[in-house]
């Protein structure tokens, strides 16, 4: 599952490298905080997307892998759009989270590089080819 929202930038470049590097061997979920970002998943190549608090909170506790800016896990956050509720699914889910650190909230996380997203996104597709018996 690949959760984003405002414009969906960070998660239609996320999955447009998972489709590169898994090919349709993995099942991608694209879940929106809006239809605009879900709009844009989808176009990178999602297999399945919805929109909303309910599609959220419904699919998270479902899916082996959630990945996402951090402020997916951040109440209130990408301008409100990210709810209560949607935070308490993602963090309840017993999926494996892979949290991008990029946010526009007034947050500072200390021992995490600058690193782009395109490096971070390589970072990505690195643990879940680690991780692919575990998940």
């Not at 984003?4 to 447009?16: E, L, S």
């Not at 991608?28 to 970002?37: C, D, F």
Request: glycine share 12%; charged share 20%; net charge negative.
């Amino acid at each position: 599952m690949v959760m984003d929202g405002q414009g969906g930038g960070i998660g239609r470049a996320i999955i447009k490298r998972l489709r590169d590097a898994f090919g349709e061997e993995v099942e991608i979920l694209a879940l929106g905080t809006n239809s605009v970002a879900t709009s844009q998943m989808m176009k990178a190549g999602a297999n399945r997307g919805a929109t909303g608090q309910n599609a959220i909170t419904r699919t998270a506790p479902e899916v082996d892998i959630i990945i996402g800016p951090l402020a997916i896990i951040m109440a209130n956050s990408m301008m409100g759009e990210v709810t209560p509720g949607m935070c308490e699914a993602i963090s309840s889910s017993k999926a494996l989270k892979i949290l991008i650190p990029l946010t526009q909230e007034r947050i500072e996380i200390v021992g995490v590089s600058g690193e782009p997203l395109p490096h971070l996104i390589d970072q990505i597709i690195e643990i879940i080819r680690g991780g692919e018996k575990d998940v």
